[in-house]
């Protein structure tokens, strides 16, 4: 069998450099470019040294440890133990996620895909077996593109569910609950009474209305025409003024509930301080929350036993 060990190392070479570029986004770390190729190179050292020194220490699991810790520090530099620790484990972690994505496909389709150590290698003859190659040329990125964009969702969704809390309108004596998200740049109050807005979206509000109703609200809404409100609502809705995030001077509508209770860790917050704006659209498009709340209602509602 023949191997044509510049073209495997080129490949290695480039695989390498990618994951690194992983464990740079995962980490949140900045790096000069020419260190992440460094670090590229010497990880991809490992192709020749497993070919030609197949004996050596490096090959054994110990020797791959602490050769993969002389690849952090060269392309993102020491720090201290803890970070290199971090950025090795996402380094591995990445391989891993990866790799394992591979090997997924490649037992779906059966190509010969085989892994070494953190790279991730095709022999077949020669060049390799040109579908095992382009599988891994294309199927490498794509990958790499998933972990990453799951792995950044993952962050900011960890991030929004810590935040999220359940949250009870009584209003116009019906009373409904949904998920609320205590968004910290919702600072908008009634400029006359002070008063904190909520922002909930139309499929929650559309709870207390009738469908006649809602259009007729919209309506009004669309064509500032404010005759056409509903009479049952006209004694709850107000208009907030406020300013828009381009400058531009716009109106809210907004609904006055009788009680708003948040759920808040272990404690039931409860206001009738507040105003309800009314968003005539979903907030989010997986329906997660459809309440945004001001956090200044955190501070300001009564804590109530739950």
Excluded at 1 to 20: G, K, P, Q, T
Excluded at 27 to 51: D, H, N, Q
Excluded at 129 to 153: A, E, L
Excluded at 258 to 277: D, F
Aim: with cysteine; glycine share 6%.
């Amino acid at each position: 069998m023949i191997i044509y060990l510049d073209a495997v190392w080129m490949l290695n070479f480039l695989l390498d450099a990618m994951l690194l570029l992983l464990t740079q986004a995962l980490g949140r770390e900045v790096t000069k470019k020419w260190r992440i190729i460094c670090g590229a190179f010497i990880a991809s050292l490992l192709v020749p040294i497993t070919f030609y020194f197949p004996e050596s220490f490096f090959v054994g699991v110990v020797g791959k440890v602490l050769y993969s810790i002389f690849i952090i520090w060269s392309a993102f530099g020491f720090k201290s133990i803890y970070r290199t620790l971090k950025l090795l484990l996402i380094f591995y972690f990445s391989t891993f996620s990866i790799g394992g994505g591979l090997l997924a496909v490649h037992f779906l389709i059966q190509n010969p895909v085989s892994l070494s150590g953190s790279s991730v290698l095709t022999f077949n003859g020669g060049f390799g077996d040109p579908v095992s190659w382009v599988f891994v040329v294309v199927g490498f990125p794509i990958i790499w593109w998933f972990t990453k964009n799951r792995m950044d969702k993952h962050a900011t969704e960890k991030i929004r569910y810590d935040q999220l809390c359940m949250v009870t309108i009584q209003l116009n004596k019906a009373t409904y609950s949904t998920q609320g998200y205590i968004d910290s740049g919702n600072q908008l109050t009634d400029p006359i009474t002070k008063k904190p807005v909520v922002i909930c979206d139309e499929s929650f509000l559309k709870n207390w209305f009738t469908e006649k109703d809602w259009q007729l609200i919209k309506a009004s809404y669309e064509d500032l025409n404010f005759e056409q409100l509903p009479s049952e609502w006209e004694r709850f809705i107000q208009i907030v003024p406020y300013q828009g995030v381009q400058g531009k001077s716009e109106f809210l509508f907004t609904v006055r509930p009788e009680k708003l209770m948040v759920y808040y860790g272990e404690q039931k917050l409860v206001t009738s301080n507040v105003l309800i704006g009314i968003q005539f659209a979903e907030l989010v498009k997986d329906g997660s929350y459809h309440c945004l709340l001001q956090p200044q209602i955190i501070k300001l509602a009564a804590i109530s036993s739950a």
